[in-house]
């Protein structure tokens, strides 16, 4: 079982940066890939990019490429999201997510935090 927290979410300007945290509870946190993903008011919610076990980046949404890093911190059970250059359309509640895996249908999680706030203002 694994229990996750997001943090760091908030109101930003276009063009500023955010970094959004997601601390991990769990012995087993560190067998899993983990990722965010991000819901926009009215949308599905959305895979935006993805970490392996040992670090690795596995996957990133176009929208975001070259603009958001994620990154892990084992020895902190915790995961990052390093989102620059933000821009309007990156306004969603972004989730933190564990136990990634990839199918016909794109990545999804097997668990899922509370989600944060990000708001870009134009």
């Known amino acids: 079982q694994v229990q996750l927290v997001e943090s760091g979410g908030g109101l930003v300007q276009a063009g500023g940066s955010l970094r959004l945290s997601c601390a991990a509870s769990?012995?087993?946190?560190?067998?899993?890939?983990m990722g965010w993903f991000r819901q926009a008011s009215g949308k599905d919610r959305e895979f935006v990019t993805a970490?392996?076990?040992?670090?690795?980046?596995?996957d990133s949404a176009h929208a975001v490429k070259g603009r958001f890093t994620i990154s892990r911190d084992s020895a902190k059970n915790t995961v990052y999201l390093q989102m620059n250059s933000l821009k309007p359309e990156d306004t969603a509640v972004y989730y933190c997510?564990?136990?990634?895996?990839?199918?016909?249908?794109?990545?999804?999680?097997?668990?899922w935090g509370q989600g944060t706030q990000v708001t870009v203002s134009s």
């Open positions: 970490i392996s076990w040992s670090g690795g980046t596995l």
């Open positions: 997510a564990a136990g990634l895996d990839k199918y016909d249908s794109g990545w999804w999680g097997h668990y």
């Open positions: 769990g012995r087993t946190f560190r067998r899993y890939a």
